[in-house]
């Protein structure tokens, strides 16, 4: 059985830091493109990293240079650190793990997903 819990959500105040995992199981963690989304209220869910089996990432604009996805294949366990927050940060954030053969950050290429661990950022 798949599962992937998200942690390490919280508030801090713009400019800030906060590092998320997702601890994974039942499945085989390595061969997987891994992703975060987040999701504001009366937002799509929007991809904001990916990270591919080999360890290449990639990252929606508004992200580059402030957040930073990577992983522990050892552990099962994919990480996001977050720096330099600001409002627009907030929402819930989600793992995802990607489906065999995709490694874009549309939601439709993801096929199992956590619960989501709350960021607020405030001004």
């Known amino acids: 059985q798949v599962q992937l819990v998200e942690s390490g959500g919280g508030s801090v105040q713009a400019g800030g830091s906060l590092r998320l995992s997702c601890a994974t199981s039942?499945?085989?963690?390595?061969?997987?493109?891994m992703s975060w989304f987040r999701q504001a209220p009366g937002n799509e869910r929007e991809g904001v990293a990916l990270?591919?089996?080999?360890?290449?990432?990639k990252y929606v604009d508004s992200v580059k240079g402030r957040f930073t996805i990577s992983k522990d294949n050892a552990k099962s366990t994919l990480y996001l650190q977050m720096n330099s927050l600001n409002p627009e940060d907030t929402g819930m954030y989600y793992c995802?793990?990607?489906?065999?053969?995709?490694?874009?950050?549309?939601?439709?290429?993801?096929?199992?997903w956590g619960q989501g661990t709350q960021v607020t950022v405030s001004s």
């Open positions: 039942g499945y085989n963690f390595r061969p997987y493109a």
């Open positions: 995802a793990r990607g489906r065999p053969g995709y490694g874009d950050l549309s939601a439709k290429t993801h096929n199992y």
């Open positions: 990270i591919n089996w080999d360890g290449t990432t």
